[in-house]
């Protein structure tokens, strides 16, 4: 079990910067994979990023490569999310999300592939 808490999240012009912050409870945050995940008001929840469990593999949407970075300090079971470049679509609630059932180099992608999330952070990028 492992409790995630976002934090960061704001209003902030496009073209602007956020990092975003998931702390996680417990002593065994390197034993997870973590992810990022966003959802904008009627639609999917969408992958962002992910990294494995180590920090040395990682990996990202499409949407946002180039623009957002993912990373984790592992000794303060903390997990970031550093978004550049901010555009208006990517206004959603950002979550977290974090799985101990993948090997130590797996990055996950997929929503199903995670056990516990937390409860998001708005996101909010004006044009």
């Known amino acids: 079990q492992v409790q995630l808490v976002e934090s960061g999240g704001g209003l902030v012009q496009a073209g602007g910067s956020l990092r975003l912050s998931c702390a996680a409870s417990g002593r065994t945050f390197s034993s997870y994979a973590m992810g990022w995940f966003r959802q904008a008001p009627g639609k999917e929840r969408e992958f962002v990023a992910a990294?494995?469990?180590?920090?040395?593999?990682?990996s990202s949407a499409d949407s946002v490569k180039g623009r957002f970075t993912i990373s984790r300090d592992n000794a303060k079971n903390t997990v970031y999310l550093q978004m550049n470049s901010l555009k208006p679509e990517d206004t959603a609630v950002y979550y977290c999300a974090a799985t101990p059932r993948f090997s130590t180099i797996l990055v996950v992608t997929t929503k199903v592939g995670y056990d516990y999330w937390g409860q998001g952070t708005q996101v909010t990028v004006s044009s």
């Open positions: 990294i494995s469990k180590s920090g040395g593999f990682t």
